[in-house]
Each structure stands twice: as structure tokens, then as C-alpha cells.
């Protein structure tokens, strides 16, 4: 089970609170390819026509081999980069994350958090 530190110390990024609320936001359950262009597009505030492929395979692989590793290790989510799935679990764990993640005043990422393409 995730410790309140470790909790913390998962939330400290940017890019997995992205991944934790984008989760969220479909159901639990995400391809990798569609997280990267969501965090690219949310980390570089442009709508999801305008983010080069650059700059998701960027978001693709920061997701792939620090962000998604970090989180299936602490066993929060469950992914697999041959079948481009990630999953989100639902345990103790998860909802102890999801306990530390309300007592930070910066949660979730608001800045991040609107959508580009919804901008005005």
C-alpha cells in the first residue's frame, strides 16, 4: 500500500497528475497514445490540432519511462506498452493517492487542467 510520502512524492509531477486526472475523466481506463496527446497538448497549451508529433512523442516517451513506471510500480495503475493500455486500478492504494492528492492546495493542476481546445 502507498505510504503518504509516497503518495506526495507521486503527485509531484505535473505530468502524472495529468495522467491520474485524465484517468479519471475517462472512467478508469486510456490508450497511451491518446494520454500523450492529452498531457502535450495541456503541458504546451494548445488545442490537440495544433501539437506537432514532435511534441507528443515527447509527452510518449516521458510517459513510457519515467511517469507510467512510477505509478505501476506503486501499483496505482496497471499498463502495458505493447497493448498501448493504461488502467487505472481500484484499491487501497489508489484511494490513498487520491486522499494525499486533496490536502495539496495545487490539486488537481487547474492551470494544466483546462482544455486548450475550449479556450475562448
Excluded: Y
Excluded at 503518504?4 to 484517468?23: G, I, K, N, P
Excluded at 492504494?93 to 475562448?120: C, K, M, N
Amino acid at each position: 500500500m502507498v505510504t503518504q510520502t509516497e503518495a506526495f512524492r507521486l503527485l509531484a509531477s505535473a505530468d502524472r497528475q495529468l495522467v491520474l486526472h485524465e484517468l479519471c475523466e475517462e472512467g478508469g481506463d486510456a490508450s497511451i497514445s491518446e494520454l500523450s496527446e492529452r498531457i502535450a497538448a495541456r503541458r504546451h497549451r494548445l488545442s490537440p490540432d495544433k501539437i506537432s508529433d514532435k511534441q507528443v512523442e515527447r509527452a510518449r516517451v516521458r510517459l513510457v519511462h519515467a511517469h507510467l513506471p512510477k505509478l505501476s510500480e506503486a501499483d496505482i495503475i496497471n499498463h502495458d506498452v505493447r497493448d498501448n493500455t493504461v488502467v487505472l486500478n481500484e484499491d487501497e492504494s489508489v484511494a490513498r493517492l487520491f486522499d494525499a492528492a486533496d490536502e495539496i492546495d495545487g490539486w488537481p493542476p487547474t492551470d494544466l487542467l483546462e482544455h486548450p481546445a475550449r479556450r475562448r
